[in-house]
């Protein structure tokens, strides 16, 4: 069967010269970096070379990289350790309703221990307004979280200017670039960033490895980890060295003809929203129309259920993914589809094509070819229709006997 | 994740449409739940002799009422109203835990297009109950 991989958001394919390095590391270097002889000098000159590369990557310092087991770690620490570090300073912490669950769940645990929180709000394609920024800020405030671009619709925030708000009042701005570094321009000085986040498998690298960007002078400690003195003491625990090498190769290359790689992309994702948006009824792009993540392509379809389609397209041989409660597990639709003001019945249908440097205008077009009987049958399935979609509000007695649906 | 028969349900789900002359409709669920399910039947002699449906919801909600429809058809209304949402999820040979809501929405369904025949009827209405209150603890998904 034809296989397309339309879920990079998600996570990517492995690049070959990453696994190369990986594999070499792996056979070849097998020393613990804390040791002080040959094989453990080995592994840490390996580490301190990817460290190069990451901070190379992002226009940071080697010094103010640290390794963690990949974007979740990192947003935890990078928040907790701020706001355990500078409670003297203040306890509000400025974060937006579009955020990743790591930095959304951390920070509303730091709400349940005393600190305060601000949940901005996005206007309707997902995005920050800088002046809602600039307004929460109070001498309380300690830290704003921002995503740099949603993995749910693509949408890029405009992270620099917040910076420069964010520095103007000398409060600390982290900012989670797990989407887009690799994709888009991902500079610290010019995005005017303390603290940054990355993940080595949204970027052709592998699973269970990340980085923080911690700018020099930051007031952070670790206040999670507890352990030996790794990575300066910001990370305890001993390197995973394979991982880090390999994070450092697909940062290199994450970088390396960046500009002409994302044109690609987005050409394909052009194509995408055009042929989409043209071939069905009854379905609205999700997130901003240009200032999106070149991969990106998220989509509402009316009236159908966003598992019930992307099981379908995975028959097929298309794999998405998908905000719909079914697929998250949860019964709520995604807070990102919620936030940006969709009514609940059309967040269930969400789909989300992320497309990477393989994918081509043809896999787009074998798309549209299955995705056509796909809607035509699941809607015939469905009791929703132009008609009944938005009156049939009657209780859900399934929902209520439960008690697990919010909305009544 | 899911069993053959539920997918086998989802991709060639037995009874769909609807009964424009039914004897008895119900529906469970709404949009902003993420899964509806409207269940027709027809009754003869207290015997369902048919039942439709249709579903706005995920893989589990489809195979559901698929197979729901199938154990409902040929029994008696009394029979019907024993098919609990256990019984549908055994049928498809398990659900995953955090599916067991889709479940209960067919099950539900059926009980409510019954109770709407029999009060079309004039017959005595059994007590509502929700076949889905005891299974409280499978669905907190966060
Ligand atoms: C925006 C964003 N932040 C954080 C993460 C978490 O990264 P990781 O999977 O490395 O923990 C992801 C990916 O799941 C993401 O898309
Ligand atoms: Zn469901």
Known sequence: ???????????????????????????DNFGNPSSLHHFGNRARKAVEEAREKVAAAIGANPPEIVFTSGGTEANNMAIHGIAYTNQHRGNHIITTAVEHHSVINTVKALGKQGFTVTILPVDSYGMVRPEDVARAITDRTILISIIHANNEIGTVNPVAEIGRIAREKGVYFHTDACQSFGRLRVNVEELNVDLLTISGHKIH???????????????????????????????AGT??????????????????????????????????????LGSFKHVRLTGHPTARLP???????????GESMLLSLDLKGIATSSGSACTSGSLEPSHVLLAIGLPPEVAHGSLCLTFGPENTEADVDYFVEVMGPILERLRAISPLDEETAYADRNECLSCRAADICRHH | MYTDIVMEHFQNPRNVGEIPDADGVGQIGNPACGDITKVFIKVEDGVITDAKFKTFGCAAAIATSSIMTEMAKGKTVEEALRITHR?????LGGLPPKKMHCSNLAADALHAAIRDYQRRRGLPVPEERPSSGHHHEDHHGE
């Open chain 1, 205 to 235: 690298g592998p699973k269970g490895v990340g980085a923080l960007y911690l700018r020099k002078g930051v007031r952070w400690r670790q206040t999670l980890f507890h352990g030996g003195a790794q990575e300066r003491l910001r990370r």
């Open chain 1, 1 to 27: 069967m034809r296989r397309i991989y339309f879920d990079h958001g998600v996570t990517t394919p492995v690049h070959p010269l990453v696994a190369e390095e990986m594999y070499r590391c792996l056979k």
């Open chain 2, 87 to 91: 019984h549908v999820a055994e049928a």
């Open chain 1, 239 to 276: 390197e995973n060295v394979p991982g880090i090498v390999g994070l450092g190769k697909a940062a290199e290359l994450a970088v390396s003809d960046l500009e002409a790689r994302a044109a690609q992309l987005a050409r394909v994702r052009d194509y995408a929203i055009k042929r989409i």
């Open chain 1, 295 to 305: 991969n990106h392509a998220s989509f509402c379809f009316d009236f159908v259920e």
